[in-house]
């Protein structure tokens, strides 16, 4: 499905139901919003992780601006700001109130914009894996703990040059040690994204000048999940501790995941999906 938001529509995809029967009535359940990485990439890379999710809240994937199946939009457009402000009016377009938003790697970084530009509407954010600004160095220090420095070095040009000539390194030295435990089904994730490169090399080229969103953190009104793996080297650790301190105490509360990285659904499932279920009831 599709619905116009601003200058495009962007897709979505749902399960579960917002209103189910209890008794004479019927009952309202969270609406859960996800947010997907990338950026460039699309929905999919949280399916079918979090299908059992939808016995307790609606869930609602949904595909950026200019990624998966959503409409493509100029490069001018392709600025935080916007990619928040489109959440919104996804739920206004949708009429869906209070959500629960959650964002993972690019996608909490939206969520971050969203929160901080519409700080009223959340009723409750997940941040996982992600990062309110982004430290190469701190990256390539990670990467080379995890895969020594052939791998710290192949991040650093792709990084630096995100282009066909880096691309392949970066994704046979790099992409693997995104989960702590070796993941048989990757390749078939990654087949299975509508991916836009054209967006992800806009990202890498701007992501250490143009991203930093901890000054705006402490704009953030509702109770915040921020969800970290020890092992991550995209987003490091000390990443998510940055966005907690930033966060309103009262507000924040940071969880980590030992023996996970990136990819924390796959390396530690049994917590990870406790951890959200315990947060979204509660």
């Given at each position: 499905m599709r619905v116009q938001v601003g200058d495009g529509r962007l897709f979505f995809d749902v399960e579960g139901?917002?209103?189910?029967?209890?008794?004479?009535?019927?009952?309202?359940?969270?609406?859960?919003?996800?947010?997907?990485?990338?950026?460039?990439a699309d929905h999919s890379l949280y399916k079918p992780d979090f299908s059992p999710?939808?016995?307790?809240?609606?869930?609602?994937?949904?595909?950026?601006?200019?990624?998966?199946?959503?409409?493509?939009?100029?490069?001018?457009?392709?600025?935080?700001?916007n990619w928040g402000d489109d959440v919104r009016e996804?739920?206004?377009?949708?009429?869906?109130?209070?959500?629960?938003?959650?964002?993972?790697?690019?996608?909490?970084?939206?969520?971050m914009a969203y929160a901080t530009r519409h700080p009223d509407?959340?009723?409750?954010?997940?941040?996982?894996?992600?990062?309110?600004?982004?430290?190469?160095?701190?990256?390539?220090?990670?990467?080379?703990?995890?895969?020594?420095?052939?791998?710290?070095?192949?991040?650093?040009?792709?990084?630096?040059?995100?282009?066909?000539?880096?691309?392949?390194?970066y994704f046979r030295l790099c992409m693997p040690l995104y989960t702590y435990r070796p993941d048989p089904h990757m390749a078939e994730m990654f087949s299975r994204i509508i991916a836009n490169d054209e967006l992800t090399a806009h990202y890498l080229r701007v992501i250490e000048t143009s991203f930093?969103?901890?000054?705006?953190?402490?704009?953030?009104?509702?109770?915040?999940l921020v969800m970290a793996g020890e092992e991550d080297p995209v987003t490091p650790p000390a990443d998510s501790e940055d966005i907690a301190a930033a966060i309103p105490a009262r507000l924040a509360r940071l969880v980590r995941f030992p023996n996970a990285g990136h990819g924390i659904v796959g390396d530690d499932r049994e917590r990870f999906v406790k951890t959200l279920r315990e947060f979204i009831v509660s």
């Open positions: 139901a917002a209103l189910v029967p209890d008794g004479p009535a019927m009952r309202t359940r969270p609406t859960l919003i996800l947010l997907h990485g990338g950026p460039g999710l939808a016995d307790i809240a609606q869930v609602i994937y949904l595909d950026h601006r200019s990624a998966g199946r959503s409409d493509r939009t100029g490069p001018d457009r392709w600025t935080l700001a996804f739920c206004d377009a949708l009429e869906i109130e209070r959500p629960i938003v959650m964002g993972t790697s690019f996608g909490g970084m939206v969520a509407h959340p009723s409750k954010l997940i941040l996982c894996s992600t990062a309110a600004r982004v430290d190469v160095s701190r990256v390539l220090a990670a990467f080379e703990r995890r895969g020594g420095r052939a791998a710290a070095d192949a991040a650093e040009r792709f990084f630096r040059d995100p282009s066909p000539k880096t691309a392949p390194d930093n969103l901890i000054p705006d953190l402490p704009r953030i009104k509702c109770p915040t």
